[in-house]
């Protein structure tokens, strides 16, 4: 397992070749200490796990590393399957100002069909996610302010990459001196 900052796990991920509605993801706060956890994960793919904390309300940093090189039937029902509320996507800016008018048309294109007939929630998203083209989406179960279940059992399976990533993160807390606010 190789720790790496938070954002090149993610550019991985929205780099990848593969069907982009299979993601699944499970977040909530630290286990111990300031900041957040984050499991998302892939079947053909494997499973991913990043540590954030939020420096000041425009920096987030972390650290990630991909913990499981495919989601097995013991990690399966970890993951939100469709009917979970939540839902997540990874998003890489456009390239150039040629393709953020191309996007930006595809999702007009799209609220507009969406406006105009009935339409299902889950729909709509999955419709706005293949119009900006997201590499990464699916249904995520997030507790803002404490931890699902599944989150403990996925840190408990994954022992020994919460330990090193906790540590990690942890040196970063220290390194900003988050502890001591900021001014």
Known sequence: MRVRDWQDVLDDVAGGSTDPDGWRAVAGSRRDGLGEDLYFGHPSIGVYHLKTYAKNPRDLRGVGARVARRVDDG??????????????????????EDEAKDVATRLEETLKVHAEAPTEPDHLFEDVMDAIDSPAFGPMSY???????????????????????????????????VGRGFH
């Open 75 to 96: 990690l399966d029902p970890l993951l939100p399957d469709e009917e979970s509320p939540g839902r997540f996507a990874v998003r890489n800016p456009p390239a150039d």
């Open 143 to 177: 507790e803002f302010d404490g931890r699902t279940d599944e989150l403990d059992e996925l840190t408990d399976t994954f022992d020994e990459a919460e330990a090193l990533l906790s540590a990690e993160l942890d040196d970063l807390i220290e390194d900003d001196d």
